[in-house]
């Protein structure tokens, strides 16, 4: 997959996984990172599905409502890549945290509805719920902080409480930060996140 890749300054930290919003690239997360854990090493990937020329992780049939089918391959393609790329770069695979955007997101939410093991934790900026009726893996322990909008006309706030509860039966520890804005990246939501990545991932 098209990225960026580069390396920290502490090994010892996590390998942040950006992955951007419908019709952005692989650059746009670049500045979240550098205020959420600068000496991580960074993968930034571009999603490979074009909608209008607009990149994506995977298809949608209308606003909202996923192609499934296609939800499951690329999360299965982006996870191979992940693979692949923790060997090409020499990165801890076990030690990755995604950071998503909206349907950037949405495939980081994916990954840990389907393969066990795929991230150590996850940032989700304005996540859905990438599938509904699935027996979740066990996830136990990892650590999901979520940034929400009260008034986010894409994600409503009782679809990222459905998200939590689906991800604390699971066993993962969540932690939602609400902002009374809609379904734009604030900077404030932004500080939130790097805090809870220092309390709950950078102290072990
Ligand atoms: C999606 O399709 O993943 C969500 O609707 C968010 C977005 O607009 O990208």
């Given at each position: 997959m098209q990225h960026i890749f580069q390396k920290g300054t502490d090994p010892s930290k996590p390998t942040l996984v950006l992955l951007h919003g419908?019709?952005?690239?692989?650059?746009?997360?670049l500045p979240v990172a550098q205020i959420v854990s600068p000496e991580s090493s960074v993968l930034s990937v571009r999603g490979n599905v074009l909608e209008h020329g607009m990149p994506r992780f995977f298809r949608r049939l209308s606003e909202g409502v996923f192609d499934e089918k296609d939800l499951i391959f690329r999360t299965i393609e982006l996870n191979e890549f992940l693979n692949e790329a923790a060997t090409k770069y020499e990165l801890d695979r076990n030690n990755f945290i995604a950071v998503g955007y909206s349907n950037g997101a949405n495939i980081a939410g994916s990954l840990l509805f389907h393969h066990q093991?795929?991230?150590?934790?996850a940032i989700l900026h304005?996540?859905?719920?990438?599938?509904?009726?699935l027996k979740l893996?066990?996830?136990?322990?990892t650590p999901v902080f979520i940034g929400a909008g009260r008034n986010d006309p894409i994600c409503a706030p009782q679809e990222t409480e459905e998200l939590q509860t689906l991800l604390t039966q699971a066993g993962a520890h969540v932690t939602v930060h609400w902002e009374q804005h809609g379904h734009q990246l604030t900077h404030s939501e932004v500080h939130a996140a790097s805090s809870w990545l220092q309390s709950h991932i950078n102290q072990g």
């Open positions: 419908t019709g952005g690239t692989e650059h746009d997360l093991g795929s991230l150590r934790g304005h996540p859905m719920v990438p599938r509904r009726g893996p066990d996830l136990s322990g």
